[in-house]
């Protein structure tokens, strides 16, 4: 057994996201507050902060505000107020333009770049006293003999694909602390395990997700629109699949854009990476583009349950938070706020504990999320989501309507929701859908966009996508689902190829393609794929996304 060498901490926080950053940020401030010590560590598996972060993305400084109130002096990277928003419903030739829902009003909120503000507030929570390690994954979860958590373990790197240790091995670290937050963001490998052991999910609905893809570009300054936010639902996606675009004008003349796609969607034949390229042929879309340049690419899992997929969140020894846990409020498409809320809050409720003289093992992070404005704020959001996936896009919008604007919120029921590998139906029963070639000016196909993900693995470490039963992906994704994995990853990992010496059809992985957007972990209609972490400081070094 290979030897590793140890570190305690008060707290360890796994992932440098909003959520992560937020709780070292104001354990500092509770610390410093009250004149005592407490050592907090943040590990990212991303080469650097912001690397693997990916979002939309326009914040409600609701949370900023109470975690620094001076962001404005502290040069906090908010650079484009809204302006103004719009609604769209799309068909394949024209736009429908809808007044803007309440709930969907971004006065006084601002479009940023996600991995710029993460990368902002690591420093605050540097200069504030935290230790934060990018490029070290965490690997493994630690347990006290009782079956407490203890930690978590980064990963060994230098491994070989047959796992034996290569000429560079370097044993991974063990981080032991008295509570350890695990923030990885949505679907996280090891909160996966951590649901599984500790049954958080006894009482609450599977998660529900959606797959963003999104594109930044810099577009010609007559297209541009600085601060408009724009949002559209309808085509390209059929109105039985939940979706729906983004286009957001930042400062510098970029402009944001994805397509958000559920991942309940029913038929195999959908795959969302070509939906976006489509979606930028649209006579409302492709004029903003003309004569612009497309310069990152990525794509991410974000949670999309809601209230009711809210797992426990404390168990002996951590917690989780942010979309880890799934706080996104889909109403608002946003979830920032929320994320960074919760961290504050786990903050809050272990510096309490570990100031006491006797610190539960189990924070009590539950109840102050339950007491907080995050839970008001799901509870009202409620039932958006599921309402679209019980009645698709038409009676969805008027189901929405209904509940936003008549019942405010406080609907006597409450809709449920069923894992969305359970949604897929056999190929030969759907439709299949026919794709324009991409034209390598506005749309590209997957192999050019990965490029511009900024991608890296090194190819000789064990593959980080388990295969849990061989035979599954041919005798069952391909002959039932006609290989669904070849659609619905953004990024070209899986294929499948004619063995030639067998003639026999196999899955091939290409484990160095992957922009670890856990899509093939969630949609993979038996649950035979397991995403693991490979080694830290690998994935996608994505550029202010």
């Given at each position: ?5 140890s ?23 509770l ?14 598996k ?11 993305a ?18 906090a990277p ?17 736009a429908?333009?809808?007044p ?23 420093d ?8 934060i ?15 407490t ?14 796992g034996s ?14 509570y ?12 996966k395990?951590?649901?599984?052991r500790?049954?958080?999910?006894a ?10 893809l ?13 601060g ?20 957001y ?9 994805g397509?958000?796609?559920g ?14 390229q ?27 349950g ?24 889909v ?5 920032i ?11 809050q ?11 539960a ?8 999320i ?25 009676g ?15 609907a ?5 929701h ?13 439709p299949e ?25 090194e ?8 295969i849990i039963?061989k ?7 391909l ?17 499948f190829?004619?063995?030639?010496q067998?003639a026999?059809n ?18 993979d ?11 830290g ?7 202010n996304?």
């Amino acid at each position: 057994m290979t030897r590793r060498e140890s570190m305690q901490f008060d707290i360890v926080i796994v992932g440098a996201g909003p959520a992560g950053l937020s709780a070292a940020i104001a354990l500092k401030q509770l610390a410093l507050d009250k004149g005592r010590e407490i050592s907090v560590c943040v590990v990212e598996k991303g080469a650097r902060v912001g690397a693997h972060i990916l979002s939309g993305a326009v914040l409600e400084p609701r949370a900023l505000d109470e975690l620094i109130p001076d962001w404005r002096q502290k040069s906090a990277p908010l650079k484009t107020r809204v302006s103004n928003d719009q609604f769209l419903i799309l068909s394949k030739s024209n736009a429908l333009r809808l007044p803007v829902a309440a709930v969907m009003n971004n006065e006084g909120n601002y479009i940023i770049s996600l991995g710029e503000f993460c990368r902002w507030l690591a420093d605050q929570a540097e200069a504030l006293g935290a230790e934060i390690y990018p490029g070290f994954a965490a690997a493994e979860l630690l347990y006290h003999e009782d079956g407490t958590l203890k930690g978590i373990a980064t990963g060994d790197t230098g491994r070989l694909r047959d796992g034996s240790k290569g000429a560079s091995f370097a044993a991974g670290m063990e981080l032991h602390a008295t509570y350890t937050f695990f923030a990885e963001g949505s679907r996280g490998h090891l909160g996966k395990q951590l649901m599984k052991r500790f049954d958080l999910r006894a009482k609450s609905d599977p998660q529900t997700y959606g797959i963003g893809l999104k594109e930044l570009w810099q577009i010609k300054p007559e297209n541009h629109r600085l601060g408009h936010v724009m949002h559209t639902v309808g085509w390209p996606l059929k109105s039985d699949s939940y979706g729906g675009s983004f286009l957001y004008h930042q400062d510098n003349n970029l402009l944001s854009l994805g397509l958000i796609v559920g991942l309940d969607y029913a038929n195999p034949h959908l795959s969302p990476y070509a939906e976006l390229q489509r979606f930028k042929s649209h006579p409302k879309i492709k004029p903003i583009l003309a004569g612009g340049t497309r310069l990152t690419y990525g794509a991410r899992a974000l949670n999309e349950g809601g209230l009711q997929s809210v797992p426990r969140l404390a168990f002996p020894g951590g917690c989780l938070i942010g979309c880890e846990a799934g706080f996104l409020n889909v109403a608002k498409i946003k979830g920032i706020h929320t994320a960074m809320k919760s961290g504050m809050l786990a903050a809050q409720a272990a510096f309490a504990a570990i100031i006491s003289d006797q610190p539960a093992l189990e924070l009590d992070l539950q109840q102050r999320i339950e007491s907080s404005w995050i839970w008001s704020e799901l509870e009202k959001a409620r039932n958006i989501r599921p309402g679209f996936a019980k009645w698709g896009l038409w009676g969805g919008l008027a189901h929405a309507a209904l509940d936003t604007y008549i019942l405010a919120g406080r609907a006597p029921w409450t809709l449920n929701h069923l894992a969305d590998h359970e949604r897929l139906k056999p190929a030969a029963d759907m439709p299949e859908i026919s794709y324009p070639k991409y034209d390598g000016v506005i749309s590209f196909d997957k192999a050019t966009n990965i490029a511009f993900s900024g991608v890296s693995h090194e190819e000789e470490q064990p593959c980080h996508l388990q295969i849990i039963d061989k035979q599954v992906p041919v005798a069952v994704n391909l002959d039932r689902y006609d290989g669904p994995e070849t659609r619905y990853c953004p990024a070209g990992v899986y294929e499948f190829v004619t063995d030639n010496q067998s003639a026999q059809n196999k899955l091939l992985i290409n484990a160095q393609n992957c922009i670890h957007c856990k899509c093939c972990d969630i949609k993979d209609p038996t649950q035979n794929i397991n995403w693991v972490t490979p080694d830290g400081g690998e994935g996608p070094n994505y550029a202010n996304m």
